[in-house]
């Protein structure tokens, strides 16, 4: 017994270090001098010998090494052996990466915002400079977008390079093979195609290849959906499941190229539906050869679950690095909506998109049985044409179930023998909108309802249901609700379902998008931008299903999607083209051209709403919806070099940014002073002096004005009020006074929330125009 105990203790060591060994992130910056990849790879592993035993151990450890923008590498770390590393004066941060941190944010869109003419009356008012920007723009000629994500369909039409250009002699990337993937699925469109698994190998230890397979190839949809958004060919006739959204189906860019970054797995044993996973080491990799690579601008329609300061946050150092190769990084914002402080992805480099409604609907009425019509929406094929019991699911739920769940019809909780042949009534909240539907399947429904709750307010996205259903905003779903009750045998049909184009009013902001304000850091404003992310057609792989369901065996070349996921890519596309009109333009410039033309107006020229009919503000759109056509011509533009980030960011509190050490407290300024399309003032007590500088990139010899819709109790004034150009290229600084005119009357309205104002610098044509978002101490 003496001898085991003793066996035992000297076991102990090895065995808290299996236990405790984790995958970490260990960053140093940039790199320095002309070093080879091998030379790169043998000093990541000189420092792994450093806290390893044994150099196998070092070299078995590693699972990334960095070489190209990003240097740093991931490695399989004890808590011990992290710390040790993170005492060198050379290493910026090391911090533990965490499974379920990121995940992806899951057609009409392109003529709603005016770069297609389209076939509606919508097209008939449209002026000839918003037709003329893609042509300007060679709708993307010889620009390179990266789009990271879950991979792509390369059969599908949207990929076809017939009439695409050479590929850009500046290209550098690779087409990898892979399974059921190899070099003949990349051409003059898809030029090219990688993936990245180590870090999600070293959790979860395999691949279900039922679920996912080690290739580029997309078997979940996500993917080909915001490729082909951001840069997919124009193909006529096609529709989502059902034939909904019927047209022709193109990317904002679709003579742009796409390379493509598989770094999104499926989860195991979860359904397609509930999302997928990205791994931060295989992000970075990712990143890293994009950037190496030659793309021009980089798509990730990937979010947090929760915000992530910058220094433990991949995408923001990945971008960072992206920026410095003048890359434009585009970036969702979430779907935590709309609970605020929710956003993803809010460095100041990243462009962060919110997501907003079309002008285009999918109604699908259902008919009470006292003669009442309530038009939902779907994009569902079938229909009942007969009335049929209509109950609320929680008085069919199973026994045992939840009582606050138990109108959610979530999986088995529903009564078979109470439910057959019935209309059930679901109540959104927990769980999948299509796995509602598979329920009342199971159950034997006949149909089902999906009613909005009072968070998603009139917000509606439609899915290619397994059964008869529609879904219905909060007061409608009431109203069936009461019915049901007051009713002695409640009944209903659900009719069949139509498109209907030039919807009004439109955008409004989707429930879903997450808000701001920025709790990183008060003094950005974010998110930067709105774009249709709501019931957005684009292809989709036959890998997957409409619904992303295990037991959905229906095959889809083209869904409906709704999500931040799918605004993402059409800011993306609009950089696209701004890259190919302005290649010399910096990402900042692109940010600020889209940022300042923006508009807070709906097609009835009334304020953009949100889903509970109030009047949407900067926290949920930014600057406002994006016109990509008044992009092209901003008049003036807020840059910002990669020096001016590294300074922000010494501003914001860190004493070593990479290689650069960053100056005393003294000598720094609030980032506030980022010269950022817009301003935001947290705790104003008294007077802030803003400033800023902005960069004339219109007519030579212009004069511009200074004008300002403070909030109440608030005043800006600027100085200089008048702004003088002699040349294009021209920097003209100014400074802003923000001032609580009168500190009671503000309070009264906003109390310790944020108010918000504009401020403008016009010269009669062109308007760029900031948001202000100012609380008070």
Same mark, same amino acid.
């Given at each position: 017994?003496?001898?085991?105990?003793?066996?035992?203790?000297?076991?102990?060591?090895?065995?808290?270090?299996?236990?405790?060994?984790?995958s970490y992130i260990v960053y140093f910056g940039e790199h320095s001098g002309e070093?080879?990849?091998?030379?790169?790879?043998?000093?990541?592993?000189?420092?792994?010998?450093?806290?390893?035993?044994?150099?196998?151990?070092?070299?078995?450890?590693?699972?990334?090494?960095?070489?190209?923008?990003?240097?740093?590498?991931?490695?399989?770390?004890?808590?011990?052996?992290?710390?040790?590393?993170?005492?060198?004066?050379?290493?910026?941060?090391?911090?533990?990466?965490?499974?379920?941190?990121?995940?992806?944010?899951?057609?009409?869109?392109?003529?709603?915002?005016?770069?297609?003419?389209?076939?509606?009356?919508?097209?008939?008012?449209?002026?000839?400079?918003?037709?003329?920007?893609?042509?300007?723009?060679?709708?993307?000629?010889?620009?390179?977008?990266?789009?990271?994500?879950?991979?792509?369909?390369?059969?599908?039409?949207?990929?076809?390079?017939?009439?695409?250009?050479?590929?850009?002699?500046?290209?550098?990337?690779?087409?990898?093979?892979?399974?059921?993937?190899?070099?003949?699925?990349?051409?003059?469109?898809?030029?090219?195609?990688?993936?990245?698994?180590?870090?999600?190998?070293?959790?979860?230890?395999?691949?279900?290849?039922?679920?996912?397979?080690?290739?580029?190839?997309?078997?979940?949809?996500?993917?080909?959906?915001?490729?082909?958004?951001?840069?997919?060919?124009?193909?006529?006739?096609?529709?989502?499941?059902?034939?909904?959204?019927?047209?022709?189906?193109?990317?904002?860019?679709?003579?742009?190229?796409?390379?493509?970054y598989k770094a999104c797995w499926a989860i195991p044993n979860q359904e397609k539906?509930?999302?997928?996973?990205?791994?931060?080491?295989?992000?970075?990799?990712?990143?890293?050869?994009?950037?190496?690579?030659?793309?021009? $601008? &980089?798509? =990730?329609?990937?979010?947090?679950?929760?915000?992530?300061?910058?220094? /433990?946050?991949?995408? *923001?150092? #990945? !971008?960072?690095?992206?920026?410095?190769?003048?890359?434009?990084?585009?970036?969702?914002?979430?779907?935590?909506?709309?609970?605020?402080?929710?956003?993803?992805?809010?460095?100041?480099?990243?462009?962060?998109?919110?997501?907003?409604?079309?002008?285009?609907?999918?109604?699908?009425?259902?008919?009470?049985?006292?003669?009442?019509?309530?038009?939902?929406?779907?994009?569902?094929?079938?229909?009942?044409?007969?009335?049929?019991?209509?109950?609320?699911?929680?008085?069919?739920?199973?026994?045992?179930?939840?009582?606050?769940?138990?109108?959610?019809?979530?999986?088995?909780?529903?009564?078979?023998?109470?439910?057959?042949?019935?209309? $059930? &009534?679901? =109540?959104?909240?927990?769980?999948?909108?299509?796995?509602?539907?598979? /329920?009342?399947?199971? *159950?034997? #429904? !006949?149909?089902?309802?999906?009613?909005?709750?009072?968070?998603?307010?009139?917000?509606?996205?439609?899915?290619?249901?397994?059964?008869?259903?529609?879904?219905?905003?909060?007061?409608?779903?009431?109203?069936?609700?009461?019915?049901?009750?007051?009713?002695?045998?409640?009944?209903?049909?659900?009719?069949?379902?139509?498109?209907?184009?030039?919807?009004?009013?439109?955008?409004?902001?989707?429930?879903?998008?997450?808000?701001?304000?920025?709790?990183?850091?008060?003094?950005?404003?974010?998110?930067?931008?709105?774009?249709?992310?709501?019931?957005?057609?684009?292809?989709?792989?036959?890998?997957?299903?409409?619904?992303?369901?295990?037991?959905?065996?229906?095959?889809?070349?083209?869904?409906?999607?709704?999500?931040?996921?799918?605004?993402?890519?059409?800011?993306? !596309?609009?950089?696209?083209?701004?890259?190919?009109?302005?290649?010399?333009?910096?990402?900042?410039?692109?940010?600020?051209?889209?940022?300042?033309?923006?508009?807070?107006?709906?097609?009835?020229?009334?304020?953009?709403?949100?889903?509970?009919?109030?009047?949407?503000?900067?926290?949920?759109?930014?600057?406002?919806?994006?016109?990509?056509?008044?992009?092209?011509?901003?008049?003036?533009?807020?840059?910002?070099?990669?020096?001016?980030?590294?300074?922000?960011?010494?501003?914001?509190?860190?004493?070593?940014?990479?290689?650069?050490?960053?100056?005393?407290?003294?000598?720094?300024?609030?980032?506030?002073?980022?010269?950022?399309?817009?301003?935001?003032?947290?705790?104003?007590?008294?007077?802030?002096?803003?400033?800023?500088?902005?960069?004339?990139?219109?007519? !030579?010899?212009?004069?511009?004005?200074?004008?300002?819709?403070?909030?109440?109790?608030?005043?800006?004034?600027?100085?200089?009020?008048?702004?003088?150009?002699?040349?294009?290229?021209?920097?003209?600084?100014?400074?802003?006074?923000?001032?609580?005119?009168?500190?009671?009357?503000?309070?009264?309205?906003?109390?310790?929330?944020?108010?918000?104002?504009?401020?403008?610098?016009?010269?009669?044509?062109?308007?760029?125009?900031?948001?202000?978002?100012?609380?008070?101490?």
């Amino acid at each position: 017994m003496k001898r085991f105990c003793i066996f035992f203790l000297l076991l102990l060591p090895l065995l808290a270090s299996c236990t405790k060994k984790k995958s970490y992130i260990v960053y140093f910056g940039e790199h320095s001098g002309e070093k080879t990849h091998a030379e790169i790879e043998e000093t990541h592993l000189s420092y792994l010998n450093s806290v390893k035993e044994t150099e196998e151990e070092a070299i078995d450890s590693l699972i990334y090494s960095y070489k190209h923008s990003i240097n740093g590498f991931a490695a399989l770390l004890t808590p011990e052996e992290a710390s040790k590393l993170s005492e060198l004066e050379e290493v910026v941060t090391v911090y533990e990466t965490k499974p379920g941190k990121y995940s992806t944010q899951t057609t009409r869109s392109w003529e709603f915002v005016g770069l297609e003419e389209g076939d509606g009356h919508s097209s008939k008012n449209r002026s000839v400079g918003e037709r003329e920007l893609p042509l300007k723009a060679g709708f993307g000629k010889n620009v390179i977008v990266g789009v990271m994500d879950s991979g792509v369909w390369p059969e599908s039409k949207s990929f076809s390079d017939e009439g695409m250009g050479p590929i850009p002699k500046s290209w550098k990337g690779i087409c990898q093979s892979g399974v059921d993937f190899n070099s003949s699925h990349c051409n003059k469109k898809i030029i090219g195609a990688r993936y990245y698994i180590e870090g999600y190998l070293n959790y979860y230890k395999k691949l279900n290849a039922t679920e996912d397979i080690m290739s580029p190839r997309d078997l979940d949809g996500h993917g080909t959906h915001t490729a082909s958004t951001v840069a997919g060919r124009q193909v006529h006739d096609v529709a989502a499941y059902g034939g909904f959204a019927s047209g022709t189906a193109s990317g904002g860019a679709p003579s742009a190229h796409l390379a493509i970054y598989k770094a999104c797995w499926a989860i195991p044993n979860q359904e397609k539906a509930e999302g997928n996973t990205c791994f931060e080491e295989d992000m970075l990799a990712a990143i890293d050869d994009a950037v190496k690579d030659g793309v021009h $601008v &980089l798509s =990730m329609s990937i979010g947090t679950t929760e915000p992530i300061p910058y220094a /433990e946050d991949g995408i *923001a150092i #990945g !971008a960072l690095h992206a920026v410095k190769n003048n890359i434009v990084v585009s970036c969702s914002a979430g779907n935590l909506g709309p609970a605020p402080g929710t956003l993803s992805n809010p460095a100041p480099w990243i462009i962060t998109v919110g997501a907003s409604s079309l002008d285009r609907a999918f109604l699908g009425p259902i008919v009470l049985g006292n003669g009442k019509k309530i038009v939902g929406q779907t994009a569902t094929l079938y229909k009942l044409d007969k009335m049929h019991p209509l109950v609320y699911a929680a008085d069919v739920a199973a026994p045992g179930v939840p009582k606050n769940e138990s109108n959610q019809c979530l999986p088995n909780s529903l009564s078979p023998e109470k439910v057959k042949g019935k209309i $059930v &009534l679901c =109540m959104r909240g927990l769980g999948m909108r299509v796995g509602k539907g598979m /329920e009342v399947k199971r *159950a034997g #429904g !006949a149909g089902f309802v999906l009613g909005n709750s009072p968070q998603n307010g009139n917000d509606i996205s439609v899915d290619a249901h397994v059964l008869p259903a529609t879904a219905v905003d909060a007061n409608d779903a009431i109203e069936i609700i009461n019915y049901i009750k007051s009713a002695n045998k409640p009944t209903a049909i659900i009719a069949k379902a139509k498109t209907v184009l030039n919807y009004s009013p439109a955008p409004s902001m989707a429930a879903f998008t997450s808000r701001g304000p920025n709790v990183l850091d008060l003094n950005i404003l974010k998110p930067d931008i709105t774009a249709p992310g709501l019931n957005i057609l684009a292809a989709w792989s036959r890998g997957s299903s409409p619904t992303k369901l295990w037991a959905d065996h229906r095959i889809a070349d083209y869904v409906i999607e709704s999500g931040t996921s799918m605004a993402c890519p059409h800011v993306s !596309a609009v950089a696209a083209l701004l890259r190919a009109i302005y290649p010399k333009w910096s990402s900042a410039a692109i940010r600020s051209a889209i940022m300042t033309t923006a508009w807070m107006k709906n097609n009835k020229g009334q304020s953009i709403i949100d889903p509970s009919g109030k009047i949407a503000d900067p926290f949920q759109f930014g600057s406002g919806h994006f016109r990509p056509a008044k992009a092209a011509d901003p008049g003036l533009v807020y840059d910002a070099s990669y020096d001016d980030y590294i300074a922000y960011l010494c501003n914001y509190g860190y004493s070593k940014v990479g290689d650069y050490h960053c100056p005393k407290k003294a000598t720094l300024e609030p980032t506030y002073n980022l010269n950022y399309p817009s301003v935001s003032i947290p705790k104003l007590n008294g007077t802030v002096i803003v400033k800023r500088n902005v960069t004339n990139v219109g007519a !030579a010899k212009s004069v511009y004005f200074f004008t300002a819709k403070p909030p109440k109790g608030i005043s800006i004034k600027a100085s200089p009020s008048i702004l003088y150009f002699d040349k294009v290229g021209q920097k003209i600084s100014f400074t802003l006074t923000v001032r609580a005119r009168d500190a009671h009357t503000a309070k009264k309205y906003y109390k310790d929330d944020f108010a918000f104002g504009w401020y403008t610098w016009t010269d009669s044509y062109h308007y760029v125009r900031s948001p202000v978002a100012v609380s008070l101490a």
